[in-house]
């Protein structure tokens, strides 16, 4: 028995070392046991170091790597499909878990799946713009009109709002909303960024409205961009905010207080708000590149004397002003300045110029 529990051990040893499985083969991170534990039905967790394993497990184990898992449950996952990481909310990974092994979505080419048929109509739960409220709305994707509609009144003929696919973004915002099944959809309104805050109840229903845009807009770019690579299209569906959170900013002439404003950071685009559930922004600021004159720096301008009450002060040098902010800690300071230094370092595209412009000549 002992000698056969020390070859189990050395056999475990030799399955933990290898490359492969020094990750978890769905976060891509370390110590990730936590959510699959969470998962009745789905996962099975045992300590390499402190449970007991039996011969046919350790056997099992030997044979089936995380590199055969992928390869057997992740056979056919849509290009369009989000793949979440380990930074992603809990839904998403939950969810991407799910879908792997529950349901197994991916493991046969050819599948129909709830969000791969180009047409999508249902029930969300939408944010009212002015008294905060949620109310039930349908909703309609449709690849062949090529938008998104929401209807006030599930018989309404007539839709409230259109939005080109091709406009549209959409992040889990699970805090920001206050539910964890939450979901931001932004667009451009008038060159203007407009918001919608949406959940629904079921987790598999909002992921599966989520990956529905993404096929959509892949499809659109398809055909729009035909010498484009896949990979290419892919980074271009939707993205997360590189940045969030609680500054204070003053006026153009610096000489007004400052005030408390919640700010996104959605590349280039820097936006702040009264509220973070704001349907729009009070105003955007447009961050350029390096090289066409923008740059950030920590601290106030040598000739400005700033009436505000956080200490942690940065400074957003454009062509045409610069911008003064104020944040509550040091950490929330550099945090931001790196998510500026990011945008900054990347040279900016053809559109990104015509964006540059739009900013320059509105009052």
Not at 6 to 29: M, S
Not at 183 to 200: A, C
Request: one cysteine or more.
């Amino acid at each position: 028995m002992a000698a056969e529990n020390h070859r189990n051990r050395t056999v475990l040893k030799e399955v933990w070392r290898r490359e492969e499985n020094a990750f978890c083969a769905d976060c891509g991170k370390p110590n990730c046991s936590g959510i699959h534990r969470n998962i009745l039905g789905v996962s099975e967790i045992k300590s390499l170091r402190m449970d007991h394993w039996d011969e046919a497990q350790v056997q099992f184990l030997a044979q089936h790597g995380n590199a055969v898992a992928k390869a057997t449950y992740e056979a056919h996952v849509p290009i369009y499909y989000y793949r979440p990481v380990h930074t992603d909310c809990l839904l998403l990974r939950e969810q991407w878990i799910e879908a792997k092994y529950k349901r197994k979505e991916f493991m046969k080419p050819g599948k129909q799946l709830p969000y791969s048929k180009g047409l999508k109509e249902g029930i969300l739960w939408k944010r009212g713009r002015d008294n905060g409220q949620y109310f039930p709305r349908r909703f309609l994707l449709s690849e062949r009109e090529g938008c998104l509609k929401y209807f006030t009144k599930q018989d309404a003929k007539e839709p409230k709002i259109i939005i080109k696919i091709d406009a549209i973004n959409a992040t889990f915002q699970p805090e920001k909303i206050g539910h964890p099944n939450g979901l931001q959809i932004t667009y451009l309104k008038d060159n203007k960024t407009r918001n919608i805050f949406l959940y629904h109840e079921d987790g598999k229903e909002i992921v599966d409205w989520f990956n529905a845009i993404r096929a959509v807009k892949f499809h659109y770019l398809k055909v729009a961009f035909p010498v484009a690579s896949d990979k290419e299209l892919k980074s271009r569906l939707t993205r997360n905010f590189l940045k969030e959170g609680y500054m204070e900013k003053t006026g153009p002439r610096q000489k007004e207080p400052f005030k408390k404003r919640w700010f996104t950071l959605d590349h280039r685009r820097l936006m702040y708000f009264r509220d973070p559930l704001d349907a729009f922004a009070k105003g955007e600021v447009f961050v350029g590149s390096g090289e066409n004159g923008y740059s950030v720096k920590q601290g106030l301008p040598a000739d400005v004397q700033g009436n505000f009450t956080w200490q942690y002060v940065i400074t957003i040098i454009t062509p045409d002003r610069d911008y003064l902010f104020t944040c509550e800690t040091e950490r929330d300071q550099q945090e931001w300045i790196a998510a500026f230094s990011h945008v900054i370092e990347q040279p900016m595209t053809p559109q990104e110029y015509a964006i540059e412009a739009y900013f320059k000549l509105k009052p």
